[in-house]
């Protein structure tokens, strides 16, 4: 029975038979004596095995950053032109003046990319971005927003991108989790767990939280006094102990999630050290990550932490910048936006010129945006709105063609009007990418084929230059 198309099973046994490519269902079935595939066969030959979300919560200025859009300062402090249908905005500032982006705009690379003043390393590496013009969001608040852009749609309760990649791939090394998920902050991303979540899906296929401070895994070392071998013994107990309490139980997902973390935990323990230690990297390496300066430090730290884990097998890393919304700019963008970018620009410079150093880039997909981008106008005099109808985000690696840019907004950057790619299809295309057909990744839910488009995505094989 396919891994990537399967029916609620009857029983505890059948359940993990056909849940056999998670990392937790290998270690589980290993105390059983059965034999599990870590990694199932994807469905077309493809470059990517791995992907890094760098997602900036709170919405970027794609004005500002990637979409140069000179008819917006030449109209600055007008209000919106007949000729555009004046949107529907989360401030309801939708006829506002627009606002000026006092922007110093250079091309970079062959393609001739337009990159602006904020983000002066990244564009070192235009020629292998696939800048998106053209991307489009059902959710116009932050709460919609970011869970359509995790999961698909505006209301919780759907599997999150990386769930279904771990769902459909599985993972490449099973003393690690599939599907990894790092802040750089205490602060609590809008929406929480669920963005990372399994959803209707076993709970096992969920996103692993690692921290962004400190040690990333708590508690991977033994109590003092315990070895291996005692460890061994106490985790076969209280596997034991939720067989027996899990008989006739089998729709419970969360304890049979609980069984396989407490075996990935134990698997952790041996490999995970090693992975999450950046103290092996060398000076120069943690400096092309920014790690010797207080402003990029953190997310420079976690950038590397990214690459150990999909040079270790991880199958999906997400980096969340500015957790708590602070991207949100809707007053002062010319203070926040400045200083978020600085924050991440060269620890994503770093990340990009360390994979492809080391042969990585080609099959790592890295994807950077956020869950719209912000409105040519004005809010409260110096800030930008919510703008899900028309944002940028970019992709490099994994396969596409990067120095050009795909789609287009208007002349004000306001709606997409060429080639528009709604989330679903920024999902289909990302695990195209993956070597995985959208169409055939599902997942039976109370009767209904579910799949991560809700049947209305494509792959944008532009990308591929197909």
Known sequence: MPCNNIDLPATRREFLQAAGCGFGALALASLEGAAAQTSPLPHHLTKAKSVIFLFMEGGPSHLDTFDRKPLLNQLAGQTLPDSFKVPLTAAGEGKSPLLVSPRTWKQHGQGGLWVSEWFPQVARHADDLAVIHSCASSGINHAGGVCSM??????????????????????????????????????????????????????????????????PVKYLDNPKGVDRRRQRDKLDLLAALNRDYNAGRDSNTELEARIRS??????????????????????????LYGMDDKTTATFGRNCLLARRLVENGVRFVQLYSGAGSKWDSHTDIEKKHPALCQAVDRPIAGLLADLKSRGLLEETLVIWGGEFGRTPMSEKGDGRDHNPTGFTMWMAGGGVQGGRTYGATDDLGLYAIQDRLHVHDLHATILHLLGVDHTRLVYQHKGRPERVDQNEGAPYRKLLGA
């Open 150 to 215: 995790n999961t698909g749609s505006i209301f919780g309760g759907r599997p999150s991108l990386g769930a279904w990649a771990s769902y459909g791939l599985g993972t490449e090394n099973e003393n690690l989790p599939a599907f990894v998920v790092i802040k750089d902050s205490g602060s609590t991303v809008v929406n929480g767990v669920r963005n990372w979540g399994s959803g209707f899906m076993p709970a096992v296929y969920q996103g692993i939280e690692f921290k962004s401070d400190g040690a």
């Open 262 to 287: 407490y075996e990935l935990a134990y698997q952790m323990q041996a490999e995970a050290p090693g992975v999450v230690d950046l103290n092996g990297e060398t000076a120069a390496t943690r400096k």
